[in-house]
């Protein structure tokens, strides 16, 4: 059984989806006011959640699959209210909070197995490389977001084909620059992940880079997003290219996220992660 | 009983010849308000006059004769005989007439729907009639109704939520490339109407900067004067295109001005921000295909009259949700107009009672000497009370019929039972 706090923050973060999505289809922006203040309500909900299991475990909540997917919405949630707070546009709530949502629904569909935390999962460095890890991933997820909203609207304003999305959608610059900002942030983030984990890793097991699935797969993300902000700085792309490529860039991170964990063994992997042998 | 009417012209029923005659300046306002308050039985009135309108909205228990006495006004005032006037007037009468002032307020029987001056001229209108205490209960109540349902409409509805006009449209585009429009640069290129209505706009939206060029340097400098800007000659544009993000074309040239390699050119030293081209001009300014280049956007008068068709097609639609919010207020403010006929009945109906019980205690109480004034309070409590919880319910009933149909019956049948007109008796013998 989930926790209260973990219930309430579904129930919350539900409540604040259909507002934002009742926001986005009728233009009230009320229910979009509204939907953002139930949102951080259960923002901190989930933050009390998290930081409970903390001190249950000992150990960042991030061992299995079903927490980690719950402390992925988590950090969605959060890189939309800091993106929200700093650009104030309510309408990608309407796109971001549904996502975060059905990771949570899809959470709470697994059931929970105990888990076995072991010494390593204990210590300072741990909590930060994940969840510098995973804010990056939340706000890579904004870029992605931004990504798909400004390509949408390009398309209408150079098709000449104002649709229902034009009145609904921020200017383009608005969406571009929240691909930069989202992707140097992301960027910083990730790095520090990286970083911190490899620290862990020495420590642990004597090496910094093993080779592992997740770690080569962390090294391919980090490296697209460091091709496009290069791009971005250096070359001076901007709009539709920027847009295409934080959108092709997250597919390599979901990949990283999800594929790596559920498809390839590794020490990175759930089943490992969890203290079952591999198969 | 008392009605509610409007009698009136607009764009639609009247040319504009007539509705000149009947424009109310502030002069003849005064005038004009002194003429109808002189209209014999009428109660409550109010004048508004626009260009597009004229109406008389007014209340009275004998309309006829007051309409009459309106189409007399207007025809004297207007000089046109009565018999070529009627027929360019339309007369609405109770929830016609209320009908009709809610949708003139909320911009619904406007020539352009959702344009915002009318409500303020409404506003207006009000005002004056207010000041001159020619409204009262009803009038007060209709207004103020009309006012809040216009901007419930205004906010719910998308009756007045897109640009219906080329320049405001481009601006509009522009806001949805640039976001905000403050400290970005201007290239205007060639003149006309429309590109400095654009301009203007652009200018209201805090814009940096307003270059003109013109094949005539003069009239670039005389219109850079206009828009506080500055004039360059036509060879310094390509120079300049680096440095502004709105380009407005309406030049007479007859090949485009700007190309596709050139655009390209002007794109990389731009580092791609984007460029934003309004091309006015026929033939046009601007090569079709400057369009495909990343981060430029190029509209073309045809494009930008494509959107407010558009835009005038989502105005007719949104209407219909409008109208649906003018159908529910006016059943409820003639709901309320309805219960207001039940209060004279009901005064009535109270001030019978009271003197009846009052005329008997009276008398019971002369025949009492020694009671002490204690019990005399009493006896004169108990009067009050016994009238009081005897006509409650037959008054909730009444107002209860007030909100319903059927209320006509009602009235008629509780002034029957209580004889409160005092000609029953008669009748029945």
Redesign the interface.
């Given at each position: 059984m989930d926790s209260v706090f973990f219930r309430l923050t579904l129930s919350l973060y539900l409540v604040a989806t259909g507002g934002f999505l009742y926001f986005i289809l009728k233009?009230n922006k009320k229910a979009g006011i509204w939907s953002h203040r139930i949102l951080i309500l259960g923002f901190v909900l989930h933050t009390v959640s998290l930081l409970i299991e903390y001190y249950r475990l000992g150990a960042v909540p991030c061992l299995s699959f079903k927490s980690s997917l719950a402390f992925f919405s988590w950090a969605i949630v959060a890189a939309y209210i800091i993106f929200q707070a700093r650009f104030r546009i309510l309408v990608l709530g309407s796109f971001v909070v549904p996502l975060s949502v059905i990771l949570m629904i899809l959470s709470s569909t697994i059931p929970i197995s105990p888990v076995t935390v072991r010494p390593i999962f204990k210590g300072l460095l741990l909590p930060v490389h994940v969840t510098a890890s995973l804010l990056g991933d939340g706000i890579f997820v904004i870029a992605f977001i931004a990504g798909i909203m400004y390509l949408i609207?390009e398309h209408q304003?150079?098709t000449?084909r104002?649709g229902a999305f034009?009145?609904r959608l921020?200017?383009?610059?608005?969406l571009d620059s929240i691909n930069y900002y989202a992707i140097s942030y992301g960027f910083l983030l990730l790095s520090i992940g990286m970083i911190t984990g490899s620290i862990v890793a020495q420590s642990a097991h004597g090496t910094y880079w093993r080779w592992d699935p997740k770690e080569v797969w962390s090294l391919l993300t980090w490296l697209s997003y460091a091709v496009l902000l290069h791009q971005r700085m250096a070359v001076?792309?901007?709009?539709?290219?920027s847009a295409l490529m934080a959108i092709g860039c997250f597919f390599v991170l979901i990949f990283t996220f999800l594929g790596v964990n559920l498809l390839m063994e590794g020490y990175h992997s759930f089943e490992s992660l969890e203290g079952k042998p591999a198969p | 009983m008392i009605r509610i009417v409007d009698i009136g012209m607009n764009h639609e029923t009247a040319p504009v010849e007539v509705r000149e005659l009947l424009s109310f300046g502030e002069k003849d306002r005064d005038k004009a308000f002194h003429d109808i308050q002189a209209v014999k039985n009428i109660k409550e009135y109010l004048l508004l006059s626009t260009c597009n309108r004229v109406e008389i909205l007014f209340t009275t228990e004998r309309e006829k004769q007051v309409r009459e006495s309106v189409i007399t006004f207007l025809s004297r005032v207007s000089g046109i005989a009565r018999d070529e006037l009627t027929p360019l007037l339309y007369i609405y009468d109770d929830q016609e007439a209320i009908r009709h002032i809610f949708r003139v307020g909320a911009s619904l029987d406007s020539m352009m729907l959702g344009e915002p001056q009318i409500l303020g001229q409404v506003k207006e209108a009000y005002r004056i009639a207010v000041d001159t205490k020619s409204s009262s209960v009803i009038l007060n109540r209709l207004m103020h109704r009309t006012f809040s349902l216009a901007k419930r409409i205004r906010t719910n509805t998308?009756i007045a939520?897109?640009a219906v006009s080329i320049s405001f449209a481009a601006v509009e585009?522009a806001?949805?490339?640039?976001?905000?429009l403050k400290g970005k640069g201007v290239l205007l290129m060639g003149a006309g109407e429309m590109a400095e209505l654009a301009a203007t706009y652009l200018l209201k939206n805090k814009v940096a900067r307003i270059l003109v060029a013109n094949r005539t340097f003069s009239r670039a400098v005389d219109l850079a004067e206009q828009f506080q800007g500055s004039a360059i000659s036509f060879d310094e544009i390509e120079g300049q295109l680096p440095g502004v993000d709105i380009v407005i074309t309406s030049t007479a040239s007859p090949e485009p001005i700007i190309s596709f390699d050139q655009a390209k050119r002007i794109m990389k030293v731009r580092?791609?921000?984007?460029l934003f081209f309004i091309d006015i001009a026929v033939p046009r300014n601007v090569e079709p295909r400057v369009?495909e280049i990343?981060?430029v956007?190029v509209?073309d008068i045809d494009?930008l009259k494509?959107?407010i068709d558009?835009n005038v097609g989502k105005r007719q639609a949104e209407a219909i949700k409008a109208e649906r919010m003018v159908d529910e207020e006016v059943l409820k403010f003639s709901a309320w107009l309805r219960t207001l006929e039940v209060v004279p009945t009901i005064k009535e109906l109270q001030q019978k009672c009271e003197r009846i019980f009052q005329g008997e205690l009276q008398r019971t109480l002369s025949g009492l000497k020694d009671l002490t004034p204690e019990q005399r309070k009493g006896f004169e409590r108990m009067a009050k009370s016994i009238t009081k919880k005897l006509l409650n319910d037959p008054i909730v009933f009444l107002k209860g019929k007030g909100e319903r149909g059927s209320q006509d019956l009602y009235l008629d049948i509780a002034r029957k039972l209580f004889n409160l007109d005092g000609d029953a008796r008669e009748d029945d013998e």
């Open positions: 233009r609207q304003i150079k000449k104002l034009y009145a921020p200017s383009l610059n608005i001076g792309w901007r709009g539709r290219r | 998308g939520g897109s585009l806001k949805k490339i640039f976001g905000d580092k791609n921000r984007p369009n990343g981060n956007f509209y494009d494509g959107i558009d």
